[in-house]
């Protein structure tokens, strides 16, 4: 089993930076690709990033130059840095993990609880 735990959600104003954790503990051997999604209010979750172990990564479009996804091995965490956020940023994040490749959130093998992410505008 493996338990994902998030960390670095919070308040910044339109155009400001947050950098979200995502630590694994347990049997993180077996994980392959990790990565965030999001929920806003009223939407369907959607995928953020994703990243596995062999370097490939996968952004939304709308993210795409402004968010970077990193994973240190060592650490079993994943990070989120979020550069030039927007207001329609705002969301729940949640990570995921997986012993394979996935950019839908139901194919994950292992969420977290999500972080609140607010941006004002």
């Known amino acids: 089993q493996v338990q994902l735990v998030e960390s670095g959600g919070g308040l910044v104003q339109a155009g400001g930076s947050l950098r979200l954790s995502c630590a694994a503990s347990?049997?993180?051997?077996?994980?392959?690709?990790m990565g965030w999604f999001r929920q806003a209010p009223g939407k369907e979750r959607e995928l953020v990033a994703v990243?596995?172990?062999?370097?490939?990564?996968d952004y939304d479009d709308s993210v795409k130059g402004r968010f970077t996804i990193s994973r240190d091995g060592a650490k079993n965490t994943v990070y989120l840095q979020m550069n030039s956020l927007k207001p329609e940023d705002a969301a729940v994040y949640y990570c995921?993990?997986?012993?394979?490749?996935?950019?839908?959130?139901?194919?994950?093998?292992?969420r977290g609880q999500g972080t609140q992410v607010t941006v004002s505008s």
């Open positions: 990243s596995s172990v062999g370097g490939r990564t």
């Open positions: 347990g049997r993180t051997g077996s994980l392959y690709a």
């Open positions: 995921a993990a997986g012993r394979s490749y996935k950019t839908t959130w139901g194919a994950y093998d292992y």
